[in-house]
């Protein structure tokens, strides 16, 4: 039961910081508009925080997610974890370069 | 007992700029130059190096450009190197930038981080391998102009 709601504050947790990945990156467009360098560099240092995070968050689970037995993978947990592979599958193609 | 607080103030973007000097490279104004840099900022915050890039007459239709996402400065005489942060107006390989034209201008940003104040040479590397990648070594910017230059100056509205 505890590492299902585990599973479940990952996944939360991954498409929050895609949100909030998605949000900066307009805020980045933004910045580049007015030639705020200074604030792009900033801006892209808490991005590039925030993807980190979220490839050791995913580097994590697809640990977990390998370290269950094949009936734990068709439960809840795993059907879970599976979603949060789902979800970020493409992600290192989407990354602002 | 009176204490006087003087009051801070937090500077504008346009204050910040102007607090760090641009420094304009003399031959960025060669338009014949296939490839140039035109100018370089260094701030405490920030590294800007501004392009010029003019495609080729070999191709017909200008070919393409792009920039790799492990590009690098590396100040002359070290082994540091300060990483790319954002690449404007030219995309991240393996994304083109296709021309429609020879002879067609792209002008392009990249910005890299702060580097130490006592720098005056930098190499700057899009990748050291075989290939056609945009590498330039030996850049001395120190004696570069701090006169914009002509094709930079803001215009006035009238």
Redo the contacts between chains.
């Keep these: 039961m505890k590492s299902i709601s585990i599973a479940h504050q990952a996944h939360l947790q991954a498409l929050r910081a895609l949100s909030n990945l998605k949000e900066r990156e307009l805020h980045i467009h933004e910045l580049i508009k007015e030639k705020n360098y200074s604030a792009i560099v900033d801006e892209k240092k808490h991005y590039n925080k925030i993807v980190e995070t979220l490839k050791d968050l995913i580097r994590s689970l697809k640990k977990d997610y390998n370290a269950l037995n094949s009936e734990e993978k068709l439960g809840e947990e795993g059907q879970t974890l599976r979603r949060v592979f789902v979800n970020l599958e493409h992600f290192d193609d989407t990354i602002m370069p | 007992m009176e204490t006087e607080i003087k009051k801070t103030r937090e500077k504008t973007?346009q204050e910040?700029?102007q607090e760090s000097i641009v420094l304009y490279n003399p031959e960025g104004t060669n338009y014949k130059a296939s490839h140039a840099i035109k100018c370089i900022?260094c701030?405490d915050?920030?590294t800007?190096i501004d392009f010029i890039y003019k495609s080729p007459s070999y191709y017909i239709s200008g070919g393409w450009v792009q920039i790799e996402?492990n590009s690098f400065i590396r100040p002359v005489g070290s082994e540091t190197k300060y990483s790319l942060?954002?690449?404007?107006n030219i995309?991240?390989a393996p994304?083109k930038h296709f021309f429609k034209r020879s002879g067609e201008y792209l002008h392009y940003t990249l910005?890299f981080?702060a580097l130490p104040k006592s720098t005056r040479k930098i190499d700057i590397i899009e990748k050291e391998a075989a290939g056609t990648y945009f590498n330039f070594y030996d850049i001395n910017f120190s004696k570069w102009m701090t006169i914009p230059h002509a094709g930079s100056q803001v215009l006035s509205n009238n």
């Design positions: 973007i910040k700029q900022q701030t915050e920030y800007r996402r942060i954002q690449a404007i995309p991240i994304t910005l981080p």
